[in-house]
């Protein structure tokens, strides 16, 4: 299934993780040291300058099940010939590709908890991503700000509310806040062109983990399409006609022009 259309880049892979300080600085002090050391740290691993063209030049990315019943994530040609595959400890769903560093995060299927952050070259498991207490992932995120936010659709379990989680990949994916998803149920998300605006598919069932996919408000859906920013400034939402009101929004396809289908 293909889940996500790839763009190249020249941009270098940033560092995954920080090294403890030995004698940590305070105040001032503090902040210009981690601001010197994070500078000096992406320069020395900005030498590589890995790209997607290292990785195959995919055109897509695909979360699947295998013959023997494992799963993996593929890279795919534009005619659907496998260029690499990347065993899964579960089952994936979809993938959300970095604009210019062959590295993808790769969410389970929902309502799972877990999303691995993978480097597509060797197939390296980078981060492990979980889910805050009391949420889970919807199978789907997205980059925004050159590749800088990550940003992964969640469920609030509590209140069945759709969330937007943020997730800093120079920090080594440090969640850094979150922002309401514009409606319950959010399942796919994609960048428009502006790389500062969200088109986010509100499909608009509630589920829970206690009672695995059912649907709980099917009386009451209301799926919309809804546009958002990284503040949470929602600049448009769109809604079905009331008679179309079980008629889920999942998946989402933006054309060049930011037309989403």
């Known amino acids: 299934k293909i889940q996500y259309l790839l763009e190249g880049g020249k941009e270098p892979a940033p560092p995954w993780a920080w ?6 600085a305070t105040g001032i002090d503090a902040m210009a040291t981690r601001r010197a050391f ?16 290292d990785a195959g030049a995919p ?15 593929f890279g795919l040609t534009a005619q659907g010939a496998d260029l690499f595959r990347i065993p899964l400890p579960a089952r994936g769903h979809a993938a959300a590709a970095h604009p210019t560093a062959p590295e993808a995060v790769v969410f389970a ?18 981060r492990r991503l979980a889910a805050p207490e009391g949420r889970h992932f919807y199978g789907h995120g997205a980059f925004l700000s050159g590749g800088e936010v990550l ?15 943020l997730w800093s ?13 514009g409606g319950i149920g959010p399942h796919d998300i994609k960048a428009l062109s502006d790389d500062a605006t969200l088109a986010v598919a509100n499909g608009g069932i509630r589920t829970h983990p206690d009672t695995g996919r059912e649907k709980l408000n099917l009386d009451t859906m209301r799926p919309n ?24 929004i999942r998946h989402l396809a933006p054309g060049p022009d930011d037309t989403i289908a």
């Open 109 to 126: 299927r929902r309502p799972g908890t877990f999303a691995l952050v993978m480097e597509c070259i060797d197939g390296r498991v980078l």
């Open 225 to 248: 399409l809804a546009y958002l920013d990284l503040d949470g400034a929602m600049s448009e939402r769109v809604e079905l006609d009331p008679s179309l009101h079980q008629c889920s």
């Open 38 to 53: 994070l500078a000096s740290l992406a320069a020395s691993l900005a030498l590589p300058g890995l790209t997607w063209a």
């Open 169 to 181: 990949r120079s920090e080594g994916y440090r969640r850094i806040g979150e922002i309401a998803s």
């Open 59 to 73: 055109s897509y990315l695909a979360a699947a099940r295998e013959a023997d019943g494992g799963f993996a994530l």
């Open 151 to 165: 940003c992964t659709t969640e469920n609030d379990v509590a209140s069945g509310s759709g969330r937007i989680g």
């Open 19 to 24: 090294p403890r300080a030995s004698t940590p």
